[in-house]
Nanobody, 125 residues
Framework: QVQLVESGGGVVQAGDSLRLSCAASGRSFTPLAMAWFRQASGSERESVAAISFMGANTYFADSVKGRFTISRDNDKKTMVLQMNSAKPEDTAIYYC??????????????????WGQGIQVTVSS
C-alpha cells in the first residue's frame, strides 16, 4: 500500500524556521513529482511548492518564493520543505502529495493522486 507521511509540523514564532518532511512508503513504489499543498482554516487548498523526480525543476507559489525551499532524497523516498522567515499567514495544514505519472514539477493539485494525511503548522505573531 502506497503511503505518504508528513512530519515536522508544530508551532513557531513569526520569523522562525520550520522543516517539514514527507516520507513515502510502499512496495515497488517510486514517487515521481512531489509537492506540498496547504489549507488554512476557512480557505481552499493552495499549492506551496513542487519538485520533479530528479530535482532539476521546482515550483514555488508567489507567497513563499524566497522564503521556502524544497528538496528530496530519492534513495530514502523523502521530501523536505524548509520554511524560513515564517509568517502568520503560513498557518495551515500542510499536505504532501505525489504521483506515479511522469510529470514535471506542478502546482496543480489535479496532477497528484496520492496524498498524505496532513500536518498542522501554526505561526504565531
Amino acid at each position: 500500500q502506497v503511503q505518504l507521511v508528513e512530519s515536522g509540523g508544530g508551532v513557531v514564532q513569526a520569523g522562525d524556521s520550520l522543516r517539514l518532511s514527507c516520507a513515502a512508503s510502499g512496495r515497488s513504489f517510486t514517487p515521481l513529482a512531489m509537492a506540498w499543498f496547504r489549507q488554512a482554516s476557512g480557505s481552499e487548498r493552495e499549492s506551496v511548492a513542487a519538485i520533479s523526480f530528479m530535482g532539476a525543476n521546482t515550483y514555488f507559489a508567489d507567497s513563499v518564493k524566497g522564503r521556502f525551499t524544497i528538496s528530496r532524497d530519492n534513495d530514502k523516498k523523502t521530501m523536505v520543505l524548509q520554511m524560513n522567515s515564517a509568517k502568520p499567514e503560513d498557518t495551515a495544514i500542510y499536505y504532501c502529495a505525489t504521483t506515479k505519472a511522469n510529470i514535471n514539477a506542478s502546482g496543480s493539485s489535479r496532477n497528484y493522486d496520492i496524498w498524505g494525511q496532513g500536518i498542522q503548522v501554526t505561526v504565531s505573531s
